[in-house]
């Protein structure tokens, strides 16, 4: 058995696909060398992902391997999506033209063959002028299916290639030797419009779809948009503009009103605000002032500023978006692997119909049964690509991530996406998640006509605060300075363990800390500051007492503030009929002071991380499909229990690798949006899957002339060309449509 570490992960562009039946022919010719472990490719953005042993087998291997089936792979893995838009932008401008040049000459065979049939040497002319159209315009139909077929394998190329080559060669033959048919007393028919007009209906219909899935594709273009070509280098001997490719980290930049802003870092001259809607979806400016980070990609407003570069390349935040957007739009979906399967056996399939509606017509078709037989056969093939079915899930599913990325949202895999329509339980954790995470003082009462200066005492209280390592202390810190006071000069600092801190200052001795500290201190609180931190802790409020040896001074509550969005989270959620909970390690009091708050019916306390992840357990053994929501380091074993696991983001430091979601903005509003989406998904997946077997499961034995023997109806390959080319566009156009959805 082959070690795992050994296993390497490729993903790579793929060139030449035109159906669902070359990703299943490519997939397949991958998967079949020895030392590839898997293979998954992705029709909608032509990309194939490989895992293999590379002491067995190397990319070129594979390479060569699709090669002999007439497509091909780009091994670039830096330059590799570029490459292949450059090719497909080639293929699209040289389509365009074939499209049009057999166009130009369709045309006069359509009304001849139609109106004009009695003019002499009508067949003659049609024939001179669709040879070029089957043989120069289309002959990549031809190439493709005869590289197909030398693998024993069908795709959409075999089905134009049979379809249009029959219909081609029948006509020649009546065309040549039409007093074969004459002394039969038959008249003989030629279907060279059939053969031309099909061309030329899946040539344009290639171009359509080619047109509407590269909007598929536009959340992704406008994320590159956002990274700036050159920038301004600080140096010794002024500014230089260089390309954002040479940026190191520790460059000093230079950011101009207008600008965006090339990578990662930390602002230290001048102050501006910036748009980070691209971050967090929130369309107002932030200020930046010396030492705020500021990320690539978010855009300056009015100010100039410098900056030091901290994160460059690939590390910055908008790269790392930008590739978790490529790879959750190159993903599968559970439900696309079934499609791929049926895709991958619907070619033969169809062949297989077409034959046998041959041979019915053969044997009860009646006077003009060969023909005719031969028009249903292939109308059929024509009818039958399987591209709709192939588009129907990777097109919905590019769309999907595209929007929630331009919402913030950043989804990890297709899977998610699925799977988030199916959420009937939400929990929540509170610290981070509910809560902003920072603990603030909300107040501080000073024990009345027994402190001759508040301002002497703040100085005091701030320079013990200074030197403590409980993290409590940081917001003590923060208030203080906020006021405008400065530290005073203490001695004999100490920190009392579990207790708080101890210092001396112009002789006496004070005290910060918990009620331990206090009760040794001083036994009993005076009856008002008792009832004081009595409404505190009901509050659900941290109180921390600063005191002389003398007497208590004051007290202080500390809360960690209820973030503004999360009560209207709590709603909406609820309003969709999902029940919400919320855990955390926290005591009960602040477990049912926030829940109150956030108008969560539903929490716990007490709880330690194990405990989370058994609590998400219980609710699945109930039948109930489980989103958790925390912060991606502490709830990670609940996080990876749920059914989807939702991440929120802070800044640079987003959890992007421990959650299938990740919310930028850390905004929990974000997670009814990502809900919604998921919905609406799910929606246009199968609204797409109906219409693709739909079409099919109606056009076959319509073209197979089902209805001929009750009112003499027959498809005609044209209509049949037009409605398959039309079925593909559909599909693109009506994931196209998830654009439009409204989030809010």
Known sequence: ?????????????????????????????????????????????QQVKVSYEPGKITPEQFQAAVQSVGYDLILDTLNGKEKQEEVQQQNYSALKRKTLLAGLLTLPVVVIGMFLMDIPYANYYMLALTTPVLFVFGKNFFINAYKQAQHGRANM??????????????????????????????????????????IVFIMLGKLLEENAKSNTSSAIKKLIGLQPKTVMLVTEHGEQEIAVSAVKAGDRL????????????????????????????????????????????????KGSFKFRAEKV????????????????????????KLVDKIAGIFVPIVLFIAVCTLGIWLLFGGEYKLSQGLMAMV???????????????????????????????????????????????????????????KPLVTGIEWVENEV????????????????SEHPLAEAVVSYIKDAGVRAASITDFKSLTGKGVEAVFNGETYFAGSHKILTEAHGELPVKIEEVVHQFQQEAKTVIFFTSTRQVLAVVAIADQIKAGS????EELQAQGITVYMLTGDNAFTAAAIAKQAGILNYKADVLPAEKADFVKSLQQEGKIVAMIGDGINDSQALAQADLSI?????????????????ISSDLRQVSKALKLSKATVRTIRQNLFWAFIYNLIGIPLAAGILYPLNGFLLNPMIAGAAMALSSVSVVGNSLRLKLTKLN
């Open 1 to 45: 058995m082959s070690d795992l570490k050994n296993i390497q992960t490729i993903s790579l562009p793929v060139l030449g696909m035109t159906c669902a039946g070359c990703a299943s022919s490519v997939q397949s010719m991958i998967e079949a060398q020895d030392g590839v472990r898997s293979a998954e490719v992705n029709y909608a953005t």
């Open 157 to 198: 190329d075999s089905l134009v290639a049979l379809s249009t080559g029959i219909s081609y060669l029948f006509s020649v033959f009546n065309t040549f030797f039409a007093d074969f048919w004459h002394a039969k007393g038959i008249h003989p028919h030629v279907y060279y419009e059939a053969a031309a007009v099909v």
């Open 254 to 301: 230079l950011v101009k009103p207008g600008d965006k802003i090339p990578v990662d870092g930390v602002l230290d001259e001048g102050h501006s605000y910036v748009d980070e809607s691209m971050i967090s979806g929130e369309p107002v400016a932030v200020l930046k002032e010396a030492g705020a980070q500021v990320f690539a990609g978010t855009i300056n407003q």
């Open 313 to 336: 390349g690939a590390e910055t935040l908008l790269a790392q978006i930008i590739k978790l957007v490529q790879d959750a739009q190159g993903s599968k979906a559970p439900v696309q």
């Open 379 to 437: 109308t059929v093939l024509v009818i039958a690509c399987p591209c709709a079915l192939g588009l129907a899930t990777p097109t919905a599913i590019m769309v999907g991530i595209g929007k929630g990325a331009e919402h913030g949202i950043l989804i990890k895999d297709a899977e998610a996406l699925e799977s988030g329509y199916k959420v009937d339980t939400v929990i929540l954790d509170k610290t981070g998640t509910i809560t902003e995470g």
């Open 452 to 467: 001759s200066s508040q301002d002497e005492m703040l100085s005091v209280f701030l320079a013990m605060e200074q030197q």
């Open 567 to 570: 009560k209207q989270a709590v």
């Open 647 to 663: 991440a929120m983001g802070r800044g640079s430091d987003i959890a992007i690798d421990v959650a299938k979601l990740t919310l």
